[in-house]
């Protein structure tokens, strides 16, 4: 178990996006001011292609929520067990109705080290700030006593900004308060997920409540709960949303479906929702089955660490089908050595994959820490076929300046496998430059599968990058789909 | 625990909690437009049925204007 202190440097750093740690570095702004970001740097794993551009130092902006519950409930095997820890073991430090506290002056010293870091790295958005204003570049100071963050380098600045920062007040507000809950010590229900699914009870996908209620999960009934839980369940059920047969998503107007979308996913939902066997335990009741369904997980990072009863809720979702989840990325499992040392890399394991199986009689989990198009390349999952497979990119950053070029070798090799590729994005200008940058890239070569806009199980929790408080984001609040183009032979027309 | 376990959606005096409520929100408008129709539908059946007994014409009952007197009071005895 790593030292506390060791452990709150760690979630605090959790925190920083990732692309914008990189573009950090590029200014040369290397934010050293955390002896532990070195540490990771230095830490370089072996095999890694392209190790000194990938050692993304933080494992990004996933909420702090989701990775503090994530390790805590991780650590320490299951959920029950997470749970009782939580619990039982540290006592309750906040009130419900005390959540609320200045950054700087909070009771929790984690949260107070991470106000520290606001401060060192965050600049004011002032315009006096601005390229061709009147002053120079400076760091936040002064802390908006409305949501107890710092936002602005003066209080005229905040003053003289107020209608602005009026606009993501409330916002920041809620994030404190969340951030502050998620410390209290108070017992989590909400993190209790529900079993297997009644083969006659259908799951009503229309949004988060109805999906809840049907999945015969425990009653929510705090917003706040609903918005912790829901940033860890948005990653297994956004997949689930759009490849299960009851999908909210269709090709009837303003259905976002595509008719190609339409073709990509009912393929899969053959593999996904076989008929009945008849199978059973005894020598008769021997079947052939289909091989398990391939969800590739592409650039993971947070969601390489989401506890593993969250990722069983896809394989609920799907009761006759066979899951396999592989989450591949350079960044994947960051952090999380003293758990997971990585397998070393044998003739059997050429990958060093860490394989989880039988995280659920349904389902296998296994984790790839190494850029997607290395493996491609070797062929090593090859063939794809898209009545087996799918991609998702959760917040890839496809298009942003920090990122753009690590997808730039990857982008073909996904367009060519033909399986349909599902990317998320943080907010509605991270998706769409996102769709800009592939499209640019690929321009003809890929079929839109979902229309983008914005997703029916985005994490209602909204989460800060602490490099910039205004920018505030939804973990993955927009879905869009796409695959490579596929050329159908066609007769020429006699003449 | 084994056995049967109350639903968490429901309080102990069985009234909805907020996420029931949440959750047949989407459904709220159309259920009610749903009931309304069938209600509406028994009423209209029911007030027909009403209309067309009240209506039947008895005018071609012969009805006598004095009561007939009875012919012999020995019959009945």
């Known amino acids: 178990m790593a030292l506390p202190a060791e452990l709150a440097a760690r979630s605090a750093l959790s925190r920083v996006c990732t692309r914008c740690s990189i573009s950090l570095r590029r200014q040369g702004r290397t934010p050293t001011a955390n002896g532990f970001l070195q540490a990771a740097w230095q830490q370089q794993r072996p095999l890694t292609a392209k190790s000194s551009q990938a050692r ?17 409930r991780f650590s320490s095997g299951s959920a029950q067990a997470g749970l009782s820890s939580s619990s039982g073991g540290s006592k309750r430090v906040l009130a419900p109705d005390d959540l609320f506290h200045s950054f700087t002056n909070s009771p929790i010293p984690e949260i107070r080290r991470r106000a520290a870091f606001i401060r060192q790295h965050a600049s004011c958005p002032h315009h006096d700030h601005q390229p061709g204003g009147t002053m120079a570049p400076a760091h936040v100071d002064f802390e908006c006593p409305d949501c107890g963050l710092p936002v602005y380098c003066s209080k005229e600045h905040w003053a003289d900004d107020y209608e602005a920062h009026l606009q993501i007040c409330d916002t920041l507000r809620q994030i404190n ?55 860890l369940l948005t990653y297994p059920v956004t997949i689930g949303s759009i490849i299960h047969e009851l999908s909210p998503y269709n090709i009837k107007a303003g259905g976002r479906l595509t008719v190609e979308g339409l073709k990509s996913f009912s393929a899969l939902r053959y593999t996904l929702h076989p008929p009945k066997s008849g199978g059973g335990m005894d020598v008769r009741g021997l079947r052939f089955e289909a091989p398990p369904v391939r969800i590739f997980v592409l650039g993971a990072r ?3 660490s989401l506890p593993r009863d969250a990722w069983v809720q896809l394989a609920h979702l799907f009761p006759r089908a066979r899951i396999h989840l592989i989450l591949i990325g350079p960044e994947s499992m960051l952090n999380r050595d003293d758990e997971f040392p990585l397998p070393p890399r044998t003739a059997s394991n050429p990958f060093g994959a860490i394989v989880e199986d039988r995280v659920w009689p349904t389902m296998k989990i296994s984790t790839i820490v190494d850029y997607y198009h290395t493996i491609h390349k070797t062929g090593y999952f090859y063939p794809y076929d898209p009545y087996f497979d ?32 599902i990317v998320t994005g943080y907010t509605q200008a991270d998706m769409e430059r996102d769709i800009d940058w592939v499209n640019k890239t690929a321009a003809g070569e890929f079929d839109v599968l979902l229309e983008p806009g914005e997703n029916r199980f985005r994490s209602l929790r909204w989460d800060l990058n602490d490099l910039d408080p205004q920018d505030i984001s939804a973990g ?3 879905v869009w789909a796409f695959r490579g183009k596929r050329y159908e032979a066609t007769r020429k027309s006699e003449e | 625990m084994a056995g049967y376990q109350p639903s968490t959606y429901y309080d102990s005096r069985f009234r909805q909690s907020p996420a029931l409520i949440r959750a047949r929100r989407p459904y709220l408008g159309k259920n009610a437009i749903l009931g309304l129709g069938l209600s509406a539908f028994a009423l209209g059946v029911y007030a027909y049925t009403l209309r067309a007994i009240g209506q039947d014409e008895f005018e071609d009952v012969k009805v006598p204007d004095v009561p007939v007197k009875p012919s012999s009071e020995g019959e009945w005895r």
């Open chain 1, 56 to 72: 993304h130092a933080v494992n990004f902006s996933s909420s702090p929520a989701a990775r503090d519950v994530v390790s805590k």
């Open chain 1, 177 to 231: 308060e969340d951030d502050h809950d998620l410390r209290s010590g108070r017992f989590f229900p909400e993190f209790e997920y529900a079993g297997p699914q009644m083969e006659e009870a259908l799951i009503n996908m229309t949004n988060w409540d109805t999906f809840l209620y049907t999945r015969n999960f425990n009653a929510i009934n705090d917003d706040r709960s609903m918005r912790q839980v829901t940033r």
């Open chain 1, 302 to 304: 947070a969601e390489s």
């Open chain 1, 390 to 421: 799918c991609f998702v990119l959760f917040h890839p950053g496809l298009g942003h300046p920090a990122s753009s070029h690590e997808w730039e070798e990857t982008l073909p090799m996904l367009l060519e496998t033909k399986a349909p590729i």
């Open chain 1, 476 to 478: 993955n609040w927009g």
